[in-house]
């Protein structure tokens, strides 16, 4: 098994839920991204969502559209992002690293080399949001080669003949965006979506992790009865922005994770 598919199993086994928390590298520079991503899994994270900057993030509330800037105002680069990969895995070969973006940097760095680089590098998953099934095929087949997972996307309006096509060459696990928004906006309404992702489960044996709109523990709990997981990403990157010293960052942020993570227990 993958690092992925052994979290998930170790995770059912223990009959708990896992936490997906999400940064953006280089945000608010490369050594104080570095230095959260690092102590993340010690302080309640099971995996670990790393954005890769983009200048255009379309499915990004402002929360994470203003960690992009930071990110890339601060001179992050693709190559920068894989080498946090690499550092991370000095310490940490067990946990999780799923890189979360669009396609733009990627096919620009070139596909063959980043997923080559990636899976040396110790990357588990790729989620690619504007990248639809139907024509990811240059990524997801060198990806899976190489022993990487592609998550895809699910959203509250997805219908039954959408759901097939998305899980056809998903690994992983599925993001279920909880919310028809960008990240960071509105709160769902779990009564409405349980019969939808009663309806995926039906199909697929994948876990489903749940984001977009989760906040605090309070979300972070509801959440956790409906998903195997829980994503939480622009309350993250809210504290980050609001923090004046790299110090007070990473303290603030890591007290954040524990006090979801707590949640979740």
Excluded: W
Excluded at 85 to 105: A, E, H, I, Q
Excluded at 114 to 139: M, N, R
């Amino acid at each position: 098994m993958n690092r992925l598919e052994q979290c998930f199993t170790a995770l059912k086994k223990d009959g708990r839920k896992g936490l997906v928390t999400f940064l953006t590298a280089g945000d608010p520079d490369l050594q104080t991204s570095q230095t959260i991503l690092n102590a993340l899994p010690q302080n309640g994270a099971d995996v670990i969502e790393i954005g890769m900057p983009f200048s255009d993030p379309m499915a990004d509330g402002p929360a994470i559209q203003q960690a992009n800037i930071r990110a890339l105002d601060a001179g992050t680069t693709l190559e920068n992002v894989l080498e946090m990969v690499k550092s991370f895995r000095v310490n940490d070969t067990k946990t999780p690293l799923v890189l979360m973006g669009y396609y733009n940097p990627i096919y620009n760095y070139g596909t063959e080399r980043f997923i080559a680089k990636a899976a040396e590098y110790g990357v588990d998953g790729l989620i690619i949001v504007d990248l639809p099934p139907e024509e990811d095929s240059e990524l997801r087949e060198p990806a899976s080669a190489n022993g990487m997972n592609v998550i895809r996307l699910l959203t509250p309006t997805t219908d039954a003949d959408r759901i097939t096509t998305v899980l056809s060459g998903s690994s992983g696990f599925l993001y279920y965006v909880s919310i028809a928004g960008v990240t960071g906006t509105a709160s769902a309404d779990m009564d409405h979506l349980a019969p939808h992702l009663d309806m995926i489960r039906s199909q697929t044996d994948l876990p489903i992790a749940i984001g977009f709109g989760i906040k605090t523990p309070a979300d972070v709990k509801k959440m956790a009865q409906y998903g195997d997981a829980v994503v939480v990403g622009s309350a993250i990157v809210n504290n980050i922005g609001k923090t004046a010293t790299s110090e007070k960052t990473t303290d603030d942020v890591l007290a954040q994770v524990r006090d979801l993570a707590a949640a979740l227990k």
